[in-house]
């Protein structure tokens, strides 16, 4: 299984909810990763678990909340989000952090649209 | 430094043709270099990837050159198909985590 799978594909939300990105891989990759993109814009990088512990936050504001519960899965918590949140979420997997085994494979996506 | 300068920023060509996206980056500790290929809706997928130690690595119909002396790497397609019509990202690392990624090629093949 070479795949990163992510659900749900479209997910609309008011800014008040409380939703959840999943992701999930079967490569027995102990890094992953969250991204987001905006159209026409590359992928930015928001977090990074490495053997589930929480290796990087980039700056990202508190209404998100990344959890691994283990090394397959990771999860993208939502609270309180704004409109220009929304966008593409990606999440991606690499066999470890770095190194020469850091190629990273990305997931489809969530599409996120925030009302 | 940490830039990756990516060109151009659409491409039309036609099928058959050659389509040549170029990257240039500044930081000389840089030591991984791959292309990623986007469809509309879906995740960046690894097309092809290159360490500075080859000039030139082949996967298919996709080909990395790499200059290290003019810091510069391209893609070429050959054979180019309308299933190629993507958006092309190239990126650098240094052998970690953190890509720097270029702007993004959205490259159309004309049938």
């Known amino acids: 299984d070479t795949e990163v799978t992510q659900t749900p594909k479209h997910l609309v939300m008011g800014m008040t909810n409380k939703k959840s990105l999943k992701c999930e891989q079967h490569?027995?990759?102990?890094?992953m990763y969250w991204y987001k993109q905006k159209a026409k814009k590359p992928p930015e990088l928001m977090f990074v678990?490495?053997?589930?512990?929480?290796?990087i936050n980039e700056s990202v504001p508190s209404r998100f909340s990344p959890e691994c519960p283990n090394s397959s899965l990771l999860n993208l918590h939502l609270h309180a989000l704004q409109p220009e949140d929304s966008a593409l979420y990606l999440c991606?997997?690499?066999?470890?952090?770095?190194?020469?085994?850091?190629?990273?494979?990305f997931g489809p996506g969530t599409r996120l649209t925030v009302l | 430094q940490q830039q990756v300068k990516q060109s151009p920023q659409s491409l039309i060509v036609q099928k058959g043709g050659i389509p040549i996206i170029n990257c240039a980056y500044e930081?000389?500790?840089?030591?991984?270099f791959p292309w990623y290929q986007q469809f509309p809706g879906k995740g960046p997928a690894l097309l092809i990837a290159?360490?500075?130690d080859v000039s030139e690595k082949k996967e298919g119909r996709f080909t990395i050159s790499f200059n290290k002396s003019a810091k510069q790497f391209s893609l070429h397609i050959m054979d180019s198909q309308p299933g190629d019509s993507a958006t092309y990202f190239c990126?650098?690392?240094?052998?970690?985590?953190?890509?720097?990624w270029g702007a993004g090629t959205k490259l159309i093949i004309k049938p």
């Open positions: 990126a650098a690392s240094k052998d970690n985590y953190q890509l720097i």
């Open positions: 930081n000389t500790a840089f030591d991984y």
């Open positions: 991606a997997s690499s066999q470890v952090l770095s190194g020469i085994s850091n190629e990273q494979f």
């Open positions: 678990y490495s053997y589930e512990k929480l290796s």
């Open positions: 490569m027995g990759h102990r890094a």
């Open positions: 290159i360490r500075p």
